[in-house]
């Protein structure tokens, strides 16, 4: 029987192998579905770990509900119902200049908050006024010179910049803004302007109910953690998940009839530890994309060598549970984002048991503070007890925190977040166009296309759908025109 094998049991790795479970039945001929994971569970960044009644995500706190081909997919999977919104404290988001200081959504309340002065917030509103930028020149910019090009250099500094380090862990001026942020660009370029375009999308959409968060869609979770999603989909029985299973390498088998053989091409994996491989007929790389590069670098060179160029620092979660006492150091919201020059270690604290309160035992608090990324990778360098320490010191200076926590834990991801560096928009062509000439090897994950949880669970559905019709030779079908990757 012919063999789909998925590197990855991460969400996107698990949702390409539902999905090819399902047009599986439509195939002329079955295959099996194969998905191989190097650590011992299954997850990836979506880790959950509980611990006396405390639920923490090591990860991901919960993603932007704003995909329905991931809701299908869950609905699919009974899984659905296990769906939970974050209350309304996730609508109230904070960012530290000199203070503690809400960020408010209305202009006035916005311009009370002294976040940026009065000239800063003129040049703001004249957003609308701003002429389109042509597409060309905005393929160019990093998020930075798009946002002081629209809304002020004030605004680029104190706004957008700390931003960027609590979605990427990154720096606004190293990154594109089409690559890592194309809603925004689509704005400008459908509306003209951000403003008219964000009114105009309120407007129109449903997801402008319930909490929102960040640009559109509520955040959600699952009651049992992002994790659980993950193991759901692995015990659906719809397909194997073998866990400790690294890919070493993936090698083409070369057929002894020459270059004029118009067969199907075929799939080695070299299995890292154990002296055997596991053959395929297609493969979907679904793993972090420095990983990738590494396992596709035989089958397809140019495709590896476009992927290594993705820089993926390490970031560091660093979760502090404390008594019911100490919630009252923290004003009601989502949590806070602390800019670079505010000197401080921490890149942002999310008030975990305010939007989950399941997530602590009853009134207790639950924090999580983010380090590392782009902007400062040493920090992963420290020993927990040190990260630990030194969390505890910053949030304490912030928040006139007096308590000692009475939980801890540190996660570190040394490949967590890839930065979509002004090259990217480039990068992805050249690594699309090389897999047009690599058939039966298919890319997921969150390396090209997005970095949020639901975006690449859906690059792993669509990429898993492709696999499959391609696999089952399904006529006339997206997927097996290569140009429709
Ligand atoms: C600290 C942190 C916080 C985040 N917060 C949010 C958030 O709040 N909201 C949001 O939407 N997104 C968030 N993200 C991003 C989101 O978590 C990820 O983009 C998403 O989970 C990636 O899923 P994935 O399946 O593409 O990759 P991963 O989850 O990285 O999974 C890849 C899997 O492939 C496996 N693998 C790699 N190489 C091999 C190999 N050779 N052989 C076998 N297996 C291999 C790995 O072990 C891993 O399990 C966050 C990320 C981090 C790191």
Not at 190 to 195: A, I
């Amino acid at each position: 029987m012919k063999r789909l094998v998925i590197i990855g049991a991460g969400i996107s790795g698990l949702c390409a192998a539902h999905e090819a479970a399902r047009y599986r039945s439509k195939a002329a001929d079955g295959f099996e579905i194969l998905v191989l994971e190097a650590s011992s569970k299954v997850g990836g960044k979506a880790r959950t770990v509980k611990r006396d009644g405390w639920l923490i995500e090591a990860g991901p706190t919960g993603y932007l509900d704003n995909e329905p081909e991931f809701n299908k997919l869950l609905e699919q999977n009974g899984i659905l119902h296990e769906k939970v919104q974050a209350n309304d404290a996730a609508a109230r988001r904070y960012l530290l200049h000199s203070r503690l200081r809400e960020i408010k959504t209305h202009p006035l309340a916005f311009a009370r908050s002294r976040i940026i002065g009065p000239i800063g917030m003129l040049r703001m509103m004249a957003e609308p006024f701003v002429p389109r930028a042509k597409p060309e020149r905005v393929a160019l910019e990093s998020i930075w010179d798009f946002a002081s090009r629209r809304l002020g250099v004030a605004a680029a500094n104190k706004l957008i910049a700390p931003m960027v380090l609590g979605v990427f862990a990154g720096d606004a001026r190293q990154l594109s803004v089409s690559a890592s942020f194309p809603n925004l660009v689509a704005l400008e370029r459908d509306y003209g302007s951000l403003t008219r375009g964000m009114i105009a999308s309120r407007r129109k959409g449903p997801s402008n109910q319930g909490p929102r968060s960040g640009l559109s869609g509520k955040l959600v979770s699952f009651r049992r953690g992002l994790q659980s999603v993950a193991v759901a989909l692995a015990e659906s029985d719809k397909f194997t998940v073998r866990c400790d299973t690294k890919v070493q390498k993936i090698e083409a088998i070369t057929t002894a009839h020459g270059s004029n053989d118009r067969r199907p091409p075929r799939y080695r994996l070299l299995i890292d530890g154990i002296d055997s491989s596991i053959e395929a007929n297609a493969v979907v790389a679904a793993g972090e994309a420095c990983a990738n590069a590494h396992t596709v670098e035989k089958v397809a060179p140019e495709v590896a060598m476009a992927l290594s160029e993705i820089t993926t620092p390490p970031v560091v979660v660093v979760a502090l549970g404390f008594r019911p006492q100490a919630a009252l150091n923290f004003p009601t919201g989502f949590g806070v984002l602390i800019p670079r020059d505010q000197g401080y270690r921490t890149l942002g604290c999310i008030w975990d048991s305010q939007l989950f309160p399941e997530r602590s035992p009853k009134d207790h608090v639950l924090l999580r503070a983010m380090l590392g990324g782009s902007v400062d990778p040493d920090v992963a360098d420290l020993d927990d007890d040190s990260l630990v320490e030194l969390v505890s010191d910053e949030l304490a200076r912030i928040f006139g925190l007096t308590s000692l926590p009475i939980l801890s834990e540190v996660t570190k991801w040394p490949f967590a977040i890839p930065q979509y560096d002004l090259g990217h928009p480039l990068r992805v062509a050249r690594i699309e166009a090389a897999l047009e000439r690599t058939p039966g090897l298919f890319l997921a994950g969150n390396g090209l296309h997005g970095v949020a949880f639901s975006k690449s669970a859906v690059t792993g559905i669509d990429q898993g759908r492709r696999a499959a019709r391609w696999l089952g030779g399904i006529p006339n079908a997206p997927g097996t025109d290569p140009k429709e990757r």
